[in-house]
């Protein structure tokens, strides 16, 4: 079983950035992979972008050029670098963690995932 717990959530304003931190604890010797989610007031939950199989993050074409996607293996710690902020990114960022191959294959996909994360929002205002 594998624990998630996200930080860095906060209020910005259009045009700012802020990092969001998820650290992984637990059994994370098994074979996993991570992403992460969002779902805005009123909205259905999104994936974000995760890491592929081979190691490489994909994005969704929201977040593409604006959204950054890194992970520190040693610190088993996935983070969210978000540039550019807008309104419509406004939500409750959510990390998650699946076992491979699904969640590698479909990182955008929440079906794969087993772990999630509590959560933590993101206000962004024009």
């Known amino acids: 079983q594998v624990q998630l717990v996200e930080s860095g959530g906060g209020s910005v304003q259009a045009g700012g950035s802020l990092r969001l931190s998820c650290e992984a604890s637990g059994d994370t010797a098994v074979g996993y992979c991570m992403a992460w989610f969002r779902r805005g007031p009123g909205k259905e939950r999104e994936g974000v972008g995760g890491i592929d199989s081979v190691g490489q993050p994909n994005y969704a074409r929201s977040v593409e050029a604006r959204f950054t996607i890194s992970q520190n293996n040693a610190k088993n710690t996935l983070y969210l670098q978000m540039n550019s902020l807008k309104p419509g990114d406004t939500a409750v960022y959510y990390c998650?963690?699946?076992?491979?191959?699904?969640?590698?294959?479909?990182?955008?996909?929440?079906?794969?995932?087993?772990?999630w994360g509590q959560g933590t929002q993101v206000t962004v205002s024009s």
């Open positions: 998650a963690a699946g076992p491979r191959p699904g969640a590698c294959w479909y990182p955008q996909q929440g079906f794969y995932f087993s772990a």
